[in-house]
């Protein structure tokens, strides 16, 4: 069933089928003038999927009399380990190439990492243009659709650079999550089970249960409304995303981000069942249904002491220590402060 959530800060979040074959009519409700200039930001496969599709839509939908309307495309890579500084100044250099003004809207079609990339460019160009989010992955949908600012790699740390970077709209078709590989599906479905860990009993039944695909839309909605209700602080602190965030750079992103964040989310309910942190039944229940979804919970590519090490190279902890974010219960994670010095004792635990 379509559905539409509203973030916190005001704007719309979009989740039906084909909403993508009527980009033109919902982007140039946002037009301001009679001038418009469109930026589609994508990658090489998702324009070879949709991009002539949108363009024709672009050309063929009702427009108000008298406006002109230009539209320039521009693909970047969407692999995690292009998600850097050299790219965004690239789009940025291309952008002001194509002669655009501070007056376009950019519009990111893509996954997550053409969604931030894109988003990051779009909130500095010429001091901030306009945004519209079009995610076309199951894990770009839950993730940047209410997240409202724009993250970068470097060198020493996955999401370490950000910026505030909030949409002026995000549509979601859930007919592009056909076209995902296995692989990128598993990597959605475990930011939906991260986020159902949080949100509470009547999402994660639905992991427990291993019906995943006949509730598609559901879980969809459902993350996203959890997080529109989020503050930035919290967008943050979420279950199993530092230590996924550390396995995926410590393996040159070669290990795909659903992946390390499932195993780091298995790391932390194990650590917190024996650390007392939570009941053995609560572990047992966040590892069976990482299994039920096909999702690995146990990393054997790295030691607690090279994670510990990523995580302490990547957050630079200082004297007041680590934040790590906990299951107390399905539906209640809490915070506990981990010193530098035991952070690898915790990570032992769980491994």
Not at 70 to 89: P, Y
Not at 208 to 213: D, I, T, W, Y
Not at 227 to 246: E, I, S, V
Not at 286 to 299: D, F, H, Q, V
Request: contains cysteine; proline residues 3%.
């Amino acid at each position: 069933m379509p559905a539409n959530v509203k973030a916190n800060d005001g704007y719309s979040i979009r989740i039906r089928r084909g909403i993508i074959e009527r980009l033109g009519v919902e982007i140039l409700r946002l037009a301001e003038d009679s001038y418009t200039e469109i930026l589609i930001v994508t990658d090489e496969k998702v324009s070879g999927l949709y991009l002539p599709k949108v363009i024709m839509n672009f050309q063929e939908c009702p427009k108000p009399d008298g406006m002109k309307l230009r539209i320039c495309e521009l693909t970047i890579d969407s692999h995690e380990g292009a998600k850097n500084f050299q790219t965004v100044a690239k789009l940025l250099d291309d952008m002001a190439g194509l002669g655009l003004s501070g007056k376009c809207i950019v519009a990111a079609v893509g996954g997550g990492v053409v969604c931030e990339t894109a988003g990051f460019a779009a909130g500095c160009y010429m001091g901030g243009v306009r945004l519209v989010l079009v995610p076309t992955t199951l894990a770009g949908m839950i993730e940047v659709s209410a997240w409202e600012s724009a993250f970068l790699n470097l060198s020493s740390g996955k999401n370490l650079a950000g910026m505030s970077c909030c949409p002026s709209l995000v549509l979601c078709d859930t007919d592009c999550l056909a076209t995902l590989s296995p692989e990128e599906y598993r990597s959605g479905i475990a930011e939906a089970l991260k986020t159902a860990i949080m949100s509470g009993e009547e999402l994660f039944r639905i992991f427990e249960r291993g019906n995943v695909q006949d509730n598609i839309e559901k879980i969809i909605e459902g993350c996203i409304k959890y997080r529109a209700n989020l503050t930035p602080a919290m967008r943050t602190k979420c279950l199993g995303y530092a230590l996924g965030n550390a396995v995926e750079a410590l393996s040159g992103y070669g290990i795909q981000h659903g992946a390390a964040l499932s195993q780091g989310i298995g790391i932390t309910a194990r650590a917190s069942s024996k650390l007392g942190w939570c009941s053995e039944e609560t572990s047992a229940r966040i590892i069976n249904a990482l299994t039920r979804n096909n999702l690995p919970s146990e990393c054997t590519n790295f030691t607690a002491g090279e994670i510990s090490q990523a995580l302490l190279n990547g957050h630079k902890i200082s004297g007041s220590g680590f934040d790590l974010v906990v299951p107390a219960e399905i539906g209640g994670c809490v915070t506990k402060n981990i010193g530098a010095g035991e952070l690898e004792g915790v990570i032992s635990a769980g491994m």
